[in-house]
């Protein structure tokens, strides 16, 4: 099956820091979505991208869905404690009435120090 | 606007035991899925409903689990019986088509 790649495993930062990872695929995906899950909670969804070459922003969070469909990054500006948790990408292929199956990579666990 | 409602949040089973978690979708959304996600890994998909209709289940182990969506909105995902290796958060996600998932805060099941 598919898989990600995603990195760096994990980082810790100072507070104000930005922060950058990325996930890597063999594959392409048709949708790259980034996702924070904290502890004991279920994933929430940051940025969505929808189109090759993508490039969106939420608040302090940029995220690009790669030219080749193969890849996506994720930045993270002047992080703040709030920031700390894990967070996932995903790939997304449409699998049937405009629903995506979605192939999770394996994490980043984020520290931010204040 | 209610998110996706899971329960219980956390059950402790001994092995060979069964065990159902339940999951009320939002209120409107037609998908709902159903995701195993192991201790340092991201979730994988178990199921995935259309309505009442189970349109992906090739990876659910299904000579131990089972699900249904009766009636298109809550569903159930038992197992039966339990073993170690299922020791794991069981996510609940639902969406409509065309937009993203949203997940619920999930059941931890510790299987001992």
């Known amino acids: 099956g598919q898989q990600l790649n995603q990195s760096p495993q994990s980082m810790f930062i100072q507070e104000g820091e930005d922060v950058s990872m990325n996930c890597t695929s063999s594959s392409i995906f048709n949708t790259w979505l980034w996702y924070k899950q904290d502890p004991g909670e279920g994933p929430v969804l940051l940025i969505a991208l929808y189109k090759a070459g993508e490039l969106t922003s939420n608040g302090r969070l940029t995220a690009q869905f790669g030219i080749t469909r193969k890849d996506s990054f994720l930045n993270i500006s002047a992080s703040i404690p709030s920031d700390v948790g894990i967070y996932f990408c995903a790939g997304g292929i449409n699998s049937g009435g405009s629903n995506y199956k979605l192939t999770f990579g394996k994490g980043t666990l984020l520290t931010v120090n204040p | 606007e209610a998110g996706v409602v899971q329960s219980p949040r956390y059950k402790i089973i001994e092995k060979k035991q069964p065990v159902a978690f339940w999951c009320n979708p939002i209120s409107g959304h037609n998908t709902l899925y159903w995701y195993l996600q192991n201790l340092g890994q991201g979730p994988e998909l178990l199921i995935r409903?259309?309505?009442?209709?189970?349109?992906?289940d090739s990876q659910l182990p299904k000579d131990r689990f089972s699900a249904e969506r009766l009636k298109g909105v809550d569903s159930t995902l038992k197992i039966q019986p339990a073993e170690l290796g299922d020791s794991a958060v069981y996510l609940c996600a639902s969406g409509q088509p065309g937009d993203t998932q949203y997940f619920g805060p999930g059941t931890r099941l510790t299987v001992l």
């Open positions: 409903y259309e309505n009442e209709e189970a349109v992906d």
